[in-house]
């Protein structure tokens, strides 16, 4: 008996040890965390991205941002705001808080990780946060090794990445820049989307981005979805 309550001392004591941990988040260990969820939210106000802006997110009702227009049914009817106790379950298990929302995404279980996330967060997403804090925690390098352009303004580019002509013939499209040269894609390994935010390219002036690993993929992107079949010329 004696053996059994000196083992859940021991245990009660290292459960209150790790949740003290826990209690105190470490900002940079959160900002490096954040570059896993910089691919899909920004840290500056109303930059949608996949999932909504981050900017003063704390206080804030679930659901309720109203330049995103993306949120899942499940999520919009939540009633849940956000404070330190609902985003720590939220990052946790989203599935667990929002049955039924959409997000991608698992949860970090270690208690410690969660604690260092919200530490930056609740930093950085306030108003009159550093960019230089947001776009370094943000992004790092990831957004660009993605291809994605996330981090990029798209209305200020070298020549190599500004679409001069597109063509398709069979399934090969052949892509012209704005410095002479050409490439061809497969049809299925060049995406084609929009950009209609500040940091989207300028009308009828396309950016080309690579996406991929292997230099063999890219995006094309417009500033609005009505440029795309008139920019493209079927020619063989």
Known sequence: ?????????????LIGTELAEAANGDISRGQRLFQACSACHSLQSNRNMTGPSLANVWNRKAGSL???????????????????????AWIKDPQHVV?????TFAGIKNPQQRADLLAFLKQATQPGASHAVQQDGA???MGKMMG?????????????????????????????TANGKTRKFWERN??????????????????LLPAGMMGDRADIIFADPREISPFIAAKC
């Open 139 to 141: 992004m790092g390098g």
């Open 148 to 176: 994605g352009g996330q981090d990029a303004d798209l209305k200020k580019l070298d020549s190599a990445q500004r679409v001069r002509s597109v063509t398709y013939c069979k399934d090969t499209y052949t892509v012209t």
């Open 99 to 103: 049955p039924g929302n959409e997000m």
């Open 1 to 13: 008996m004696r053996i059994l309550i000196a083992l859940i001392a021991i245990s009660s004591v």
């Open 66 to 88: 109203p330049s995103f227009s993306r949120y899942s049914d499940a999520l919009k009817s939540a009633n849940i705001e956000w404070n330190d106790k609902t985003l720590d």
């Open 190 to 207: 060049l995406r084609l989307k929009t950009d209609s935010s500040d940091r989207g390219p300028e009308k009828s002036a396309p950016a």
